[in-house]
């Protein structure tokens, strides 16, 4: 398992005509077990991991996970909840590696994101979901000497094309042999 970290390009701001700020955009690599999905959000509070948790649990039976949760204050811990142990280590590794406060990391199996997806944003203390994805993720990291935050993420490859009648009739047929259409 390999975590690339790039450097994109540093930024210098010069604020209150007398202070430079430096900020450096850099791309964190998002490690997603085969056969896993990955929602990435932001939220506000200490409590999320156990909420997360029990929006995972409510939603769908049976469904396995991991989550980690990085703290912007206090300790500024990394706290994590989970009912699969390789998932919720991935998910620590992965938020220790975005570093961003207030930022969460979601991985799960036996389940899609359109099956939580909707309970997670419900969850009072998500401010926003960044992506929900099994594609290769990169996260658009901003750091400065505050601290780091998401600017945004790359979720998966760039169009190659528009869908012909054969693509059509491939993605029809596929969301039926996977149940969500008659």
Excluded at 15 to 38: F, H, Q, R
Excluded at 41 to 54: P, Q, S, V
Excluded at 63 to 90: H, M, Q, W, Y
């Amino acid at each position: 398992m390999v975590i690339n970290l790039f450097i994109f390009f540093r930024v210098n701001l010069w604020l209150n005509y007398c202070k430079w700020i430096t900020m450096e955009i850099k791309t964190v690599t998002m490690d997603i077990p085969e056969g896993a999905n990955i929602i990435i959000g932001h939220t506000h509070f200490i409590k999320t991991a156990e909420d997360l948790y029990e929006v995972m649990v409510n939603s769908v039976p049976g469904i396995n996970f991991g989550i980690a949760f990085c703290e912007a204050s206090g300790p500024c811990l990394v706290r994590a909840e989970g009912n699969d142990t390789s998932l919720k280590e991935t998910a620590i590794q992965n938020a220790g590696n975005i570093a961003a406060g207030h930022t969460f990391v979601i991985l799960m199996k036996d389940a899609f994101p359109v099956n939580v997806l909707n309970a997670i944003k419900a969850c009072p203390e998500v401010c926003s979901v960044f992506c929900a994805t099994a594609n290769p993720v990169q996260v658009i990291v901003a750091e400065t000497e505050q601290g780091r935050g998401v600017m945004g993420v790359i979720d998966g490859c760039s169009p190659r094309g528009v869908e012909d009648e054969k693509d059509i009739r491939n993605r029809k047929q596929f969301l039926r042999k996977i149940g969500y259409k008659l």
